[in-house]
T-cell receptor, first 116, second 115 residues
Framework: AQTVTQSQPEMSVQEAETVTLSCTYD???????LFWYKQPPSRQMILVIR??????QNATENRFSVNFQKAAKSFSLKISDSQLGDAAMYFC?????????????FGGGTRLMVKP | DTEVTQTPKHLVMGMTNKKSLKCEQH?????MYWYKQKAKKPPELMFV???????INESVPSRFSPECPNSSLLNLHLHALQPEDSALYLC??????????????FGPGTRLTVL
C-alpha cells in the first residue's frame, strides 16, 4: 500500500521569506501523480500544485514550486515570498495512475504559520 | 471554472434526526467523492461515484447513505448518527475525459455537529 509522510506537523515562516515543506511517499509504481493541497481556516481544500511522475521538470505555479526527487520518493513544496494568506494546513497527496476510483492517499498535513 | 458547491455550510442534528448534505458541480465531471475530515487530520475517503454509479464504499456505516441523482449532483443522507460522526464533510469531483482528469477539486465542506 502507498503511504505519504509529512514529517513536519507545524512550520512557521516570516512574511516575505521562503519556506519548504517536506513530503515523502512510498510506492512501487512508476506512473503516478503528486499533489499539494492547501486548506486555510475557511476549510476549502485548494489545489496548489501537481506533478506527473513521468515529467522530470519540477512543477511551478507562481510563488509555489516543488522539488520532485523520484528516486528518493521525495516531493517538497517551496513557497517563496511568503504572504499572510499562505497560512494554512498543507496536505501532500499521491495518486497512482489508473487506480480504481483514482483515490488519493494523503499525508498527515503540515500547519504553516506566517508571521508578520 | 473549478467550482464545487456544498450545502449547508453548517448542520447541527440530533441522533434521531434525518438530514441530507448536498454537493453540486457543473464542470461536466463524472467522478464524485465524499470525504470525512476530523480536525487537524487529512480527509478520509467515504464513497466514490463514477458515471452516477457507486464504485467504492470504504466500509462506511449504513447510517450514511450516498445518492447520485444525476451527473451534477451528489447527496449524502444521514440518519441515526452518533456524536463521533461530527466532522467536516467534503465533496470533490474529477474529470473523466480530456485534460484535468488527474485532479480532484474540492467543495468548501459542510461542518456537521451531532448532539
Amino acid at each position: 500500500a502507498q503511504t505519504v509522510t509529512q514529517s513536519q506537523p507545524e512550520m512557521s515562516v516570516q512574511e516575505a521569506e521562503t519556506v519548504t515543506l517536506s513530503c515523502t511517499y512510498d510506492t512501487s509504481e512508476s506512473d503516478y501523480y503528486l499533489f499539494w493541497y492547501k486548506q486555510p481556516p475557511s476549510r476549502q481544500m485548494i489545489l496548489v500544485i501537481r506533478q506527473e511522475a513521468y515529467k522530470q521538470q519540477n512543477a511551478t505555479e507562481n510563488r509555489f514550486s516543488v522539488n520532485f526527487q523520484k528516486a528518493a520518493k521525495s516531493f517538497s513544496l517551496k513557497i517563496s515570498d511568503s504572504q499572510l494568506g499562505d497560512a494554512a494546513m498543507y496536505f501532500c497527496a499521491y495518486r497512482r495512475n489508473n487506480n480504481a476510483g483514482n483515490m488519493l492517499t494523503f499525508g498527515g498535513g503540515t500547519r504553516l504559520m506566517v508571521k508578520p | 471554472d473549478t467550482e464545487v458547491t456544498q450545502t449547508p455550510k453548517h448542520l447541527v442534528m440530533g441522533m434521531t434526526n434525518k438530514k441530507s448534505l448536498k454537493c453540486e458541480q457543473h464542470m461536466g465531471h463524472r467522478a464524485m467523492y465524499w470525504y470525512k475530515q476530523k480536525a487537524k487530520k487529512p480527509p478520509e475517503l467515504m464513497f466514490v461515484y463514477s458515471y452516477e454509479k457507486l464504485s467504492i464504499n470504504e466500509s462506511v456505516p449504513s447510517r450514511f447513505s450516498p445518492e447520485c441523482p444525476n451527473s451534477s449532483l451528489l447527496n449524502l443522507h444521514l440518519h441515526a448518527l452518533q456524536p463521533e460522526d461530527s466532522a467536516l464533510y467534503l465533496c470533490a469531483s474529477r474529470g473523466t475525459s480530456g485534460g484535468g482528469t488527474d485532479t480532484q477539486y474540492f467543495g468548501p465542506g459542510t461542518r456537521l455537529t451531532v448532539l
